[in-house]
């Protein structure tokens, strides 16, 4: 019948069915009021990674943490689909931070802070490039700003503080999503969240399929510290953003089944390590 279904209505109504189906599912607006917007906010959902969770895992998601916030593009996404009580936004970019605060900073259940995250507390060097979401500790690859073009040149370049998201984050008893976009940086910023992890049932991370930047991680990287390192497992994943015909990126869901053990049969950890 469904089949059926496809042939028979206009294609904007199968559409717009789907993106209802979708909101429901991540437990976003599907009031009548928000009818016009369905399209939008089902973009929205899929774009901020809430559609990689399974029907109704994502409304749950009560203490969310956006490391590498730029000016909020993902926040302002994940608010308008569904209400953590609480979001911690992280940013070290001054004049990004100058946004958010403008935008969150009047809001009590977010909690802002205008740092760079590493395995060590200090200073550190940020560069930044004509499109500010592609600034980072590290140094762009020139491969990477032949493929992507002239925003990926460094424009300039500001000290800013780091810290650890063990240090940043010791008074959360628990994180249902650390969702991580440090351009290159993972590493260093796994490296100091070993706490973290531990409390954290959730992680929506950037994965690059070539490093990006001069010793960046890349997602075997990753990959490997994720699972290996902190006995996470890989759930889902976006479509990949293609550049000039070469898979870029995409973000992975991570799953920590010491917190999540619902989310599959027990005998899939039991298959695995055999």
């Known amino acids: 019948m469904k089949r059926l279904l496809k042939f028979i209505l206009p294609n904007g109504v199968v559409e717009f069915i789907r993106d209802r189906r979708k909101l429901r599912d991540v437990g976003g607006h599907a ?23 399974p029907p109704g895992r994502a409304q749950d998601l009560s203490c969310v943490v956006d ?15 569904i209400q953590p009580q609480k979001l911690v936004i992280i940013e070290p970019i001054p004049d990004a931070f ?12 977010i909690e802002l802070h205008n740092v760079a995250v590493g395995d060590h507390d200090g200073i550190a060097k940020l560069k930044i490039t004509r499109d500010t979401t592609g600034a980072s500790l590290l140094q762009p690859r020139e491969e990477m700003r032949k493929l992507v073009g002239a925003n990926w040149a460094v424009d300039s370049e500001v000290e800013v503080k780091m810290t650890t998201l063990d240090r940043l984050l010791g008074d959360l008893p628990e994180i249902s999503l650390l969702k991580i976009d440090v351009q290159g940086y993972e590493k260093p910023a796994l ?84």
């Open 98 to 109: 100058a946004i958010l605060r403008e935008k969150f900073g009047n809001t009590s259940a």
């Open 191 to 274: 490296s100091g969240a070993k706490q973290t992890l531990a409390k954290t049932r959730f992680v929506l991370i950037e994965l690059n399929f070539m490093p990006q930047y001069d010793g960046g991680s890349w997602l075997g990287d990753v990959h490997e510290i994720l699972t290996g390192d902190f006995g996470f497992f890989l759930a889902n994943a976006t479509a990949p953003l293609v550049l000039n015909g070469r898979a870029s990126m995409c973000d992975g869901l991570y799953v920590n089944p010491n917190l999540v053990q619902e989310w599959t049969d027990p005998r899939f950890y039991s298959n695995a390590t055999k």
């Open 67 to 81: 490391v590498g916030a730029n000016v909020g593009q993902w926040s302002d996404m994940l608010l308008d689909c």
């Open 31 to 53: 009031s009548p009021a928000g009818l016009f917007s369905t399209r939008r906010l089902a973009i929205e959902a899929d774009v901020c990674g809430l559609t990689l969770f």
